[in-house]
């Protein structure tokens, strides 16, 4: 059913432009095995790009580790899902959304490490990254 609507929206994109850039984004909270949704319609599809979010904040699995331990799994785990739906012959890839905010108590020390090993593993990303921020209470 997903797919039918973003056919129906590339089709109505190529209607008024031949090259302009047709974003298409996996639903939110699939696990990482359903991150390539989208892949066997993108991969047909001209101009393509797989829109991905990574919120670690979110992540309950990441909760109440330590700050190396989220750090870590920053490099590897997000690194290969982004490597799983980067390919050469695919659509192109956006990390749409990502934040350099996490649920770690006392490691303010460790916060821009975080965001460090975010910003190399999401500069893989083919199409690039956009980084999703508000004014927040926590003072980093």
Known sequence: M???HYR???EAVR???K???VIMSNRLGLGSDESRELFPLATGLHGTVIDLHYYTVYNDMLANKTAQQNIDSVKKNLSAQLGRVTTSNGPLTFV???VAEWRVNGAKK???RMAKAQLKVFGGATFGWAYWTLKNVENH
Do not use: I, L, M, P
Request: no cysteine; proline share 0%.
């Open 15 to 17: 209607k008024h432009s």
């Open 8 to 10: 129906a929206g590339y």
């Open 19 to 21: 090259t302009a850039y």
């Open 96 to 98: 749409g959304e990502w």
């Open 110 to 112: 460790d916060y821009r």
């Open 2 to 4: 997903v797919t039918k």
